[in-house]
């Protein structure tokens, strides 16, 4: 029964707003395509190391990135934006997570729980924020920008509070990288 009001209901918008907030992604991409295929490449490279090497492509990325070519500036700004643009997706669509028909309910449940906790102590959304900030700083496994938008969505935060936070975190994560690794601390 639950499916069908699924269905049912604003199938068409929320739709449409998750694919809204996938647009910047689209205008980089085509942005990049069009800049040649040396760039093309290397940015490839690095994404394809960002994604796919589970549990080390955040520090991996810079080192292929600036061996394929790329500044560290331009490196930077990719990927703080794959980073943004992650986090601004999973924060900005989570409620459509409630609508899914068997995860919905448990997802409602733990959310509203945190809420009541948050609530009953305020100083634990402020702790919250920082606790997200600091473990998206630290290079543990599972502390991208993705899941700590979910987990911060399901803390209750505010997801544009959250974003700005996990913006700010992953501008300091990179610029620290790509310094080391240009720089030849490493």
Do not use: C
């Not at 490196?75 to 989570?94: P, R």
């Amino acid at each position: 029964m639950e499916y069908v009001s699924f269905v049912k209901k604003d199938i068409f918008k929320d739709a449409y707003m998750a694919l809204l907030t996938l647009a910047p992604a689209f205008v980089v991409s085509m942005f990049i395509i069009s800049m040649g295929s040396d760039v093309y490449r290397a940015v490839s490279a690095v994404l394809v190391n960002y994604y796919f090497a589970i549990g080390v492509g955040w520090i991996s990325s810079p080192v292929v990135g600036l061996s394929a070519g790329l500044g560290p500036l331009s490196l930077l700004l990719i990927l703080v934006f794959v980073a943004m643009q992650g986090s601004f997706f999973i924060s900005f669509n989570y409620d459509l997570l409630e609508k899914v028909p068997l995860i919905g309910r448990l997802v409602k449940r733990v959310r509203r729980k945190a809420n009541e906790v948050i609530e009953k102590h305020s100083l634990l959304e402020n702790v919250s924020y920082i606790t997200i900030f600091w473990l998206m700083f630290i290079p543990l496994y599972g502390t991208g920008p993705m899941s700590m938008s979910l987990i911060g969505r399901i803390l209750s935060l505010e997801w544009w509070k959250l974003w700005i936070t996990i913006s700010l975190s992953v501008i300091t994560r990179y610029s620290l990288v790509i310094s080391i690794v240009y720089f030849g601390l490493f």
